[in-house]
């Protein structure tokens, strides 16, 4: 079973909405983004809903959160899970790119090259935003590459973390 709450950000960002399995966190996710659209549930309050809203407050007052909601993404390959790892160290307020990660990941297995696609689809498939930063990534040169829960979203993303986004290129 599902649970749902929103979270209503601060303007300029489209509001949130939590999804648990009445223990963990197992998504988190822009309103109206792909992710969400055949998840349903019910609304209730939930004590991961609670910790989830207290680190959401904090994050957009512009401070870091000291602690972590728990969440989990079974369903998850170990490549995902690799990859959302690696989601999880980049520093607020810096950017990487899905070739940086793709290298670092290559290193990790002692291989000599990982596909920077692979990387990116894993990306993309990463159920819970903002916490498991997948906004800090970007593409070559400075692209300012898609975003589940759009590109408005994610500018407002780095923004809120003080990066210059003037350099980027995206799709107008």
């Not at 680190?55 to 995902?80: C, H, M, T």
């Not at 800090?136 to 979203?153: A, E, I, P, Q, S």
Request: net charge neutral; glycine share 12%.
């Amino acid at each position: 079973m599902n649970y749902v709450r929103k979270y209503r950000t601060p303007e300029g960002f489209s509001d949130l909405v939590m999804v648990s399995d009445g223990t963990y966190l197992t998504g988190l996710c822009f309103e109206g983004s792909e992710d969400i659209k055949d998840i349903g549930g019910e609304e209730k309050d939930l004590p991961v809903f609670t910790d989830t809203v207290r680190w959401l407050d904090i994050y957009f007052q512009g401070k870091k959160p000291d602690f972590v909601p728990e969440y989990k993404a079974d369903a998850a390959s170990s490549f995902r899970k690799e990859v959302w790892k690696l989601l999880e160290e980049i520093p607020c307020g810096k950017t990487v790119t899905y070739g940086e990660l793709a290298e670092k990941i290559a290193e990790r297995k002692g291989i000599r090259k990982m596909s920077a696609q692979a990387v990116g689809n894993a990306v993309g498939a990463n159920p819970i935003c903002i916490i498991v930063p997948c906004h800090r990534v970007m593409g070559r040169n400075g692209n300012l590459t898609g975003y589940g829960g759009g590109l408005k979203n994610k500018l407002a993303l780095l923004k809120l973390e003080g990066i210059d986004t003037e350099g980027f290129h995206y799709p107008k």
